[in-house]
T-cell receptor
Framework: DADVTQTPRNRITKTGKRIMLECSQT?????MYWYRQDPGLGLQLIYY???????NKGEISDGYSVSRQAQAKFSLSLESAIPNQTALYFC????????????FGPGTRLTVL | GESVGLHLPTLSVQEGDNSIINCAYS??????FIWYKQESGKGPQFIID?????DKRQGQRVTVLLNKTVKHLSLQIAATQPGDSAVYFC??????????????FGQGTILTVHP
């Protein structure tokens, strides 16, 4: 969805490096999410944020941290990348109900050597 | 624990045929069930959802059926087109009485439509 953008789209890095993935949205949504997808599998939730002051851990938060700089921006960091963090990373946004459609960005393909 | 799984990892159909993609779930407390389509190189795209108190919902060329007795969810695509080729994920939402519905994804089914 063009309203949710992610940078970079592809990144190759080495073990131990710090990496930041960025997500921006123009949908005006309060809620933002970071997911990880491994080959052939569904998405797993890393972190989610209800607003700029509310950040919550998801299923697989170990090794990751996030920053909600503004309503429109939500960044994911890998402080010290390791090879098993090689995956596709998706950012998503939604409004504020229990279930609202989540709009996904195009994804970032991260490879850790 | 909670799980959402798929019976068939791949499905090949001819253009114009109807497609049925199946999903089994184990959490009877889920509030909503959702189908997503993911094309190569893109993020998942919402197709249709169904609330847990419904058994059928129709959209444009798609129908979702929910059978709570056997904990089974299916996505039917009518007159399948080559553009329908993608990976299809089922997912479930369980709010657990909170304001946040945790989205749990299944493994995915690869649908290939042959011209």
């Amino acid at each position: 969805d063009a309203d949710v953008t992610q940078t970079p789209r592809n990144r190759i890095t080495k073990t131990g490096k710090r990496i930041m993935l960025e997500c921006s949205q123009t949908k005006g949504h309060d809620r933002m999410y970071w997911y990880r997808q491994d080959p052939g599998l569904g998405l797993q939730l890393i972190y989610y944020s209800f607003d700029v002051k509310d950040i919550n851990k998801g299923e697989i938060s170990d090794g990751y941290s996030v920053s909600r700089q503004a309503q429109a921006k939500f960044s994911l960091s890998l402080e010290s990348a390791i090879p098993n963090q090689t995956a596709l990373y998706f950012c998503a946004t939604s409004e504020g109900q229990v279930w609202d459609e989540q709009f996904f960005g195009p994804g970032t393909r991260l490879t850790v050597l | 624990g909670e799980s959402v799984g798929l019976h068939l990892p791949t499905l090949s159909v001819q253009e114009g045929d109807n497609s049925i993609i199946n999903c089994a779930y184990s959490n009877s407390a889920s509030d909503y069930f959702i189908w997503y389509k993911q094309e190569s190189g893109k993020g998942p795209q919402f197709i249709i959802d169904i609330r847990s108190n419904m058994d059928k919902r129709q959209g444009q060329r798609v129908t979702v059926l929910l059978n709570k007795t056997v904990k089974h969810l299916s996505l039917q695509i009518a007159a399948t087109q080559p553009g329908d080729s993608a990976v299809y994920f089922c997912a479930e939402i369980n709010a657990g009485g909170t304001s946040y519905g945790k989205l749990t994804f299944g493994q995915g089914t690869i649908l290939t439509v042959h011209p």
